[in-house]
């Protein structure tokens, strides 16, 4: 019998007031019974409008359908079609914005919980499954990955089961990019990217850690003397950037990608740590994505009193929703049409508060989009031993600069067509490398469409 309850399963959750004092996955999972009985809530729609919105199309009705029955198995067998990452996918991707926002059954009503089915599917299947994925014949050709990231693990993934002999190059010493260094262990256990990236070892892909492209070896030296017939360039936009206001450089100011680097990937909120941080007793986040979420949050679990800044409303905030509500029961305040100008300093040159200006925003130019511009003479003062900028990233200018023929975008992107190639031949690019900073998801369709086009590529030749 199908399930019309207009209400999907909730998610099993930490107490907001326990989570927010440790540093273990806030969500819980669905447990066998739940997502049996979300799955049939799925109507099966003939057309897949879900799977339209997935941008590695995973078959979703297919996967949910095999759930339904009870087959996780089978679900896994369908989603790994499409996806090297389903456990990363299930917990980061937005899917409230791609394949849940165009569920037939969100007309009346709440769509069917796709992402914690699938979370639900690769957990299961971590915990059960004992069999060895099998490594694909080899055809005789190389390819090398620069970037451990989602783009490059989908990269990575997609050719290796086509028998190429794909080697990934990491400039840290640890693989999985920002999945390792950026997303926090409470959102995205470190053990799980690390699994997904054993699965792809088993298909035969080799990871080459603390290999910086551009220094230790440039792309050239890859295609002309070590063998590699093309590349993929999933370096990501690791670059921070900053506002250029006056006390950007005092102690106690760090970029959301040093912060979340420290405590993420050197785990620097373990007592035993060899890495500082200090988030001090009231810290402040500049901005409003989901890397600002994942800083506040983070500081909040160190013992800070946080505020985040973001100089819009509320309504333009373009973290993921369930990330604010998260935030906000965590008991992180929000500061609103509200804009850092200068940053001031105690008597030994460490951040003492945010003086920022008050905003209003305008009508919606011809775009669509208000300007949010200064109300003159309102200012407000914040507290703060901690600054926290998440204001956007860049790609890091190494690669275009030791790299002959490759052209990129002023801002720093590399140029790619919607399959990846760039202007030198054999090289391809994608994720936030050619886009600047965007989501997992997207990062990994980037990745599995110059997949395609590596393979047509080396065909041709």
Request: aromatic share 6%.
């Amino acid at each position: 019998m199908p399930n019309m309850s207009l209400t999907r399963n909730e998610m099993p959750v930490q107490d907001a007031d326990v989570r927010n004092k440790n540093f273990k996955e806030v969500a819980l999972g669905y447990t066998e019974e739940q997502a049996v009985d979300e799955a049939k809530r799925c109507l099966n729609c003939k057309n897949k409008p879900c799977t339209n919105g997935c941008p590695v199309q995973i078959d979703i009705p297919g996967f949910i359908s095999k759930v339904a029955e009870g087959d996780f198995d089978g679900a896994y067998a369908v989603i790994t079609k499409s996806s090297s990452l389903p456990a990363v996918c299930g917990r980061v991707c937005p899917q409230e914005t791609q394949c849940e926002c165009k569920c037939v059954r969100g007309i009346k009503g709440e769509p069917v919980a796709i992402g914690r089915l699938e979370r639900f599917v690769a957990d299961w299947h971590n915990a059960n499954s004992t069999g060895a994925a099998e490594k694909p014949v080899s055809n005789g050709h190389k390819a090398a990955i620069i970037g451990s990231g989602p783009s490059g693990l989908a990269c990575a993934g997609d050719l290796a089961k086509k028998g190429y002999d794909v080697t990934v190059f990491e400039a840290l010493h640890v693989a999985g990019g920002v999945l390792s260094y950026g997303i926090p262990e409470f959102r995205l256990p470190k053990s799980i990217v690390q699994k997904e990236i054993e699965g792809l070892k088993a298909l035969g892909v080799k990871v080459e850690t603390n290999t910086v492209v551009g220094k230790t070896v440039s792309i050239d030296e890859l295609m002309n003397d070590e063998g590699f017939e093309t590349v993929f360039i999933g370096s990501g936009a690791g670059l921070p950037r900053f506002m250029n206001i006056p006390g950007e450089n005092l102690n106690g100011v760090y970029s959301a990608n040093e912060f979340l680097t420290r405590i993420n990937l050197m785990k620097a909120y373990k007592e035993d740590s060899t890495t500082p941080i200090k988030a001090g007793t009231k810290a402040v986040i500049v901005g409003g994505g989901n890397v600002a979420m994942d800083a506040a949050r983070c500081a909040k679990r160190l013992g800070a009193d946080v505020s985040i800044v973001y100089r819009r409303t509320e309504k333009e905030l373009p973290a993921r929703a369930e990330e604010v509500e998260h935030a906000k029961e965590e008991g992180i305040r929000f500061c609103f049409l509200t804009n850092p100008i200068e940053i001031k300093s105690d008597e030994n040159g460490w951040a003492k508060s945010v003086v920022c200006e008050k905003m209003m925003l305008t009508e919606p130019d011809a775009s669509g989009r208000a300007k949010a511009v200064a109300i003159e003479g309102e200012f407000v003062e914040i507290e703060a031993d901690c600054v926290i900028m998440s204001i956007g990233t860049s790609p890091n200018p190494l690669i275009k600069s030791t790299t002959a023929g490759l052209d990129t975008q002023k801002w720093g992107g590399i140029i790619a067509d919607d399959n990846g190639a760039t202007s030198k031949s054999g090289v391809y690019a994608g994720g936030d490398a050619v886009t600047g900073a965007a989501t997992v998801i997207l990062a990994m369709g980037a990745g599995k469409k110059a997949a395609a086009a590596m393979d047509e590529y080396m065909q041709n030749k």
